[in-house]
């Protein structure tokens, strides 16, 4: 955790691991009392001030030093390094029995997963991602690994390329984001001030998130290679009709419609309504013209 009164507070004797860029403590999950503060912490957060849900965030999540403080009586510092998975389904399992429907989001700030934490969150996040093509690709990974059941947050906008790219999260099934300051002019990074002209692509693009709502479809993720189908295609299955979501800087010729049923689909750029005819299954090819993305809906005839 983060504040540094909790390392004055939590134990009484404790030997200091500094983590320089957060001006925080490391503390031993292995110690009951700091178990037992931050399930505390959660019931309040929760219960007093009523919070729907929780976002773990920080670079220094996955792993702990071993503990050598001899006021916990461990039978070897390692008992600290183990304890890291309990701790967190601690939290998890605590944020959910107060609330069912609470999220638990985890997110390690811009490194790695561990495989020994994800059973303990419900959103997983593109973790500071660098570029678009790091949010496509750490989405792909994502739900390979934990499911569809698992939401995924392609991040604050403001890190996907042009700051702008909401067809990178939506094309996906990812939940969209965004993080800015108002009043415009208010706050030292102004890239993040709420402009009147950004104010009109963020309505545009929750507008085709919220009617699309692709995060609750099936994300059928080995129907395209990421790495040598071109151009880059992601699909997603949802209430009988299937989406497409092509990407490339440049793109004039062929793609290809996979995992369609043996029927004939009506194919629509959603994102402007454009009707680009119709298809038939089980797989079709249509001849199109993008740059950067194009978002496609084929829907059963």
């Keep these: 955790m983060r504040t ?123 973790s500071d991602p660098e570029s678009s ?52 002019g208010s706050a030292e990074r102004g890239r993040l001030d709420l402009t009147a002209q950004k104010e009109k692509v963020w309505a545009k693009w929750t507008k085709i998130y919220k009617e699309k709502m692709l995060p609750k479809g099936e994300y059928l993720g080995t129907l395209y290679d990421i790495g040598f189908d071109k151009p880059e295609t992601h699909a997603i299955r949802k209430n009988g009709s299937l989406y497409y979501a092509f990407y490339a800087p440049d793109w004039k010729g062929d793609v290809e419609i996979r995992g369609l049923e043996v029927c004939a689909y009506r194919v629509t750029e959603y994102v402007d309504g454009k009707d680009l005819g119709k298809v038939q299954g089980p797989t079709a090819t249509l001849s199109v013209e993008f740059k950067k993305h194009l978002l496609l809906e084929a829907t059963p005839e």
Excluded at 58 to 67: A, E, K, L, Y
Excluded at 87 to 93: E, N, W
């Design 133 to 184: 093509w790091q949010i496509r690709l750490k989405g792909k990974t994502l739900k390979a690994l934990m499911g569809d059941s698992i939401a995924y947050f392609g991040d604050h906008v403001d890190m996907s390329d042009g700051g702008d790219d909401f067809a990178s999260t939506v094309g996906i099934g990812g939940v969209v984001g965004t993080n800015f300051t108002w009043p415009p």
């Design 4 to 126: 540094t009164f909790e390392a004055r507070g939590a134990c009484r004797s404790i030997i200091r691991r500094k983590i320089s860029w957060w001006n925080s403590w490391y503390l031993c999950p292995a110690d009951p009392q700091v178990v037992k503060y931050h399930k505390d912490l959660v019931k309040k957060i929760m219960d007093d001030w009523r919070f729907d849900g929780l976002k773990l965030d920080g670079q220094h999540m996955n792993g702990v030093p071993p503990c050598y403080n001899s006021a916990h009586g461990h039978t070897r510092p390692e008992e600290s390094v183990e304890a890291v998975p309990t701790f967190f389904k601690m939290i998890y399992d605590t944020a959910r029995s107060i609330k069912p429907d609470s999220m638990v989001e985890f997110c390690p700030c811009g490194t790695g997963y561990s495989f020994f934490t994800m059973p303990y969150m419900n959103m997983a996040v593109a």
